[in-house]
């Protein structure tokens, strides 16, 4: 792994999930275990701060990320019986793994030294949408990836728990940050910036129905989503699945609290839907 993409990574993992979301993490086990049975994915399972994988009432646990390393990481200490049910599959709901981010990066960065302080708008703006078009070209060809991680029927229950606003938030902030860094000689890159954010977002609105809608298939007695859903605002790949499970399912829906960042008085209101 590259070492900017270790970098990028690294901006991802809270320091203090496991204190910060104790609360949250009891509350969403207890909410999970309503529904125990054989088995159950965790999608989106990443290091499992929020679910508390010794307590889940399941024989079998299926643990699905795009990143294998962070699962790993939540089960490494476990006692052996418990690991023993557990299960890792690396999958991404996109197609877009690991590698195809990195190779994202990449071509941004090549081309930014290359340039130096060279750069135009044009220029700027094809760079960052070649290097888009490949991911999309990957999403979209995704449908088989997405049924072969998650069959239909598979499954007693699923938790796909603050994944959806998380499906583009590593290329949004890549970009942004990018555009912050090369604004003093590049002013329009602001700009350029903000029209990748709305292509994101044209991106989520195709892939979150297929994705959220494979994974209610994907459950024999429930499928259980936990999406931010603030008062008076929206958030990005969160809102979509929010609405598509409305239209589509009438679920049953439920609050949490998520105390997101403590010393940063971070919270989210989670809106848990369950279709069963
Ligand atoms: C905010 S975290 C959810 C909390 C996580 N369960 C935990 O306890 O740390 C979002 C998770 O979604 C995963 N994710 C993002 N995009 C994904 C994709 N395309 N396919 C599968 N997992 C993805 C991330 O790797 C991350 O582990």
Known sequence: ??????????????????????????????LVNEFAGESIAVIGAGRCNDIELAELRFDRITLIDVDAAAMREAVNDLPAEIRGKINLTEASLTGITEQDMEAFCRQILDFLSERGRDLSADTFDAVLNNALDRLFEKALLAGQMLTDAIPKAHYDVILCNGVCSQLFSMVLFFVRSVAHSVASVLPEAIKIAERV??????????????????????AKKAAIYGNEDPENAQVEGAHQSIRFLRETFEPEERILQWNFNAAEQVKYRMRIQIVN
């Open 197 to 218: 954010e709305k292509r994101l977002s044209g991106m989520n609105e195709r892939l979150i129905p297929d994705i959220t809608g494979t994974i209610a298939a994907g």
């Open 1 to 30: 792994m590259t070492e900017i993409f270790r970098q990028l990574k690294e901006k991802f993992i809270m320091k203090n999930a496991r204190e910060d979301w104790k609360d949250y993490r009891e509350a969403l086990t207890a």
